[in-house]
T-cell receptor, first 113, second 113 residues
Framework: GEQVEQRPPHLSVREGDSAVITCTYT??????FFWYKQEPGASLQLLMK?????EINEGQGFTVLLNKKDKRLSLNLTAAHPGDSAAYFC????????????FGKGTSLTVIP | GPKVLQIPSHQIIDMGQMVTLNCDPV?????FYWYKQILGQQMEFLVN????????KSKLFKDQFSVERPDGSYFTLKIQPTALEDSAVYFC???????????FGPGTRLLVL
């Protein structure tokens, strides 16, 4: 089955710096890619959903890159601020079956003011 | 955005007892999911449910687990009997279609003593 590796497990950056989180996956049939943010004690908040046909997606203060050749998905917070401190999870699903999500183990991001 | 509700938010029970976790999915969604997250670890898929049936389940979905959604009411996860290792946060999610974004509830924190 799908294996999703997420790195780093912990990341600490200063306010204004960038923060990059990367996931690699193994299943070439993977089709949908997601980044979720989870603040302490809260549920998962969808940041972005990426399809296989797209490569670069820009959100508010972040960029998601998808490289299907390398089976790599990354989240780049361009100018981190303390409100970005949270756990971030990538998730991958196939275009078959019932869209089970395979999650990465998460990255705990701390942004130091 | 779409809201998934979960009741209760916290539950403490003695090992061996039965527990039912309730999920109120987004009203027009057709696919329902349960995930388990042990503190500090990744989210792990338990089961998905569509058209009144379990479609897929993981090895974490033990024989003591069952799910149902009688007559469009709550989507429930029942554990009977509970074990110490069932202590975790259980997240419910729902999606409109099989390939659509899953929206997560706030989780139920279950502690088995």
């Amino acid at each position: 089955g799908e294996q999703v590796e997420q790195r780093p497990p912990h990341l600490s950056v200063r306010e204004g710096d960038s923060a990059v989180i990367t996931c690699t996956y193994t299943d070439p049939n993977s089709y949908y890619f997601f980044w979720y943010k989870q603040e302490p004690g809260a549920s998962l908040q969808l940041l972005m959903k990426v399809f296989s046909s797209t490569e670069i997606n820009e959100g508010q203060g972040f960029t998601v890159l998808l490289n299907k050749k390398d089976k790599r998905l990354s989240l780049n917070l361009t100018a981190a601020h303390p409100g970005d401190s949270a756990a971030y999870f990538c998730a991958v699903s196939e275009n078959t079956g019932y869209q089970n999500f395979y999650f990465g183990k998460g990255t705990s991001l701390t942004v130091i003011p | 955005g779409p809201k998934v509700l979960q009741i209760p938010s916290h539950q403490i029970i003695d090992m061996g007892q039965m527990v039912t976790l309730n999920c109120d999915p987004v009203s027009n969604h057709l696919y329902f999911y349960w995930y388990k997250q042990i503190l500090g670890q990744q989210m792990e898929f338990l089961v998905n449910f569509y058209n009144g049936k379990v479609m897929e389940k993981s090895k974490l979905f033990k024989d003591q687990f069952s799910v149902e959604r009688p007559d469009g009411s709550y989507f429930t996860l029942k554990i009977q009997p509970t074990a110490l290792e069932d202590s975790a946060v259980y997240f419910c999610a729902s999606s409109l279609g099989g390939g659509d974004t899953q929206y997560f509830g706030p989780g139920t924190r279950l502690l088995v003593l």
